[in-house]
Each structure stands twice: as C-alpha cells, then as structure tokens.
C-alpha cells in the first residue's frame, strides 16, 4: 500500500492561492493513478481533480478554471494548485493514490478560505 502525505494547506483570504502537495512512497509512483478530494463540514466528500498515469487530468466543474492538478514522477509528487480562492473551497484535502482496486488515502490537510 502507498504511504501518503499532504501538505500545503492554511489560511488564505478570498481570491488567494495555495499549493498543495501530495508526497506518496515507493518506487512505481507513476503507474499510480492520483486524485485530490475533498470534504466540508458536514457534507459528503467529493472529488476535485484526478490525473491518470498518463498525465491526463480533470478537473470538478466547481474548480474548473481555477485549480490545476500536476505530477512529478521523479519526485513521487503530486500538486494541487488553487487560485481565486473561494469561502466555499473551505475542506479538509485528501490525496488519494489509485491502481486497481487498490486505493490509498492522506490523512488530510485543512484549507480554509476566510476574511
């Protein structure tokens, strides 16, 4: 199973950015399918943005715009870059890894969006 870890998350104003990352272990990291999710207060977590193996991304229309997901194979990494940030962007983060029926989870990072 992949050990993953986030990072990147804090405090920002409405219409700032942020940069997320997602460090994940072992060696064959880019056969990896990734994915960002993410989950408000009291409501069902939901899926932000997801980049195949390939590289191919997509993005949730809520975001589309104004998030981009990235990898980096030789770093094991993968990013979440936010821009114009919104209040209702305000979730606790989640990486996940995916190959198969095989899927991993970060333990989270808490983006809050707030004046």
């Known amino acids: 199973q992949v050990r993953i870890v986030e990072s990147g998350g804090g405090l920002v104003q409405p219409g700032g950015s942020l940069r997320l990352s997602c460090a994940a272990s072992?060696?064959?990291?880019?056969?990896?399918?990734m994915g960002w999710y993410r989950q408000a207060a009291g409501k069902q977590r939901e899926l932000v943005a997801i980049i195949s193996s390939g590289g191919s991304t997509n993005v949730a229309d809520s975001v589309k715009g104004r998030f981009t997901i990235s990898r980096d194979n030789a770093k094991n990494t993968v990013y979440l870059q936010m821009n114009s940030l919104r209040p209702e962007d305000t979730a606790v983060y989640y990486c996940?890894?995916?190959?198969?029926?095989?899927?991993?989870w970060g333990q989270g990072t808490q983006v809050t969006v707030s004046s």
């Open positions: 072992g060696n064959i990291f880019s056969i990896y399918h």
């Open positions: 996940t890894a995916a190959l198969g029926l095989n899927r991993s």
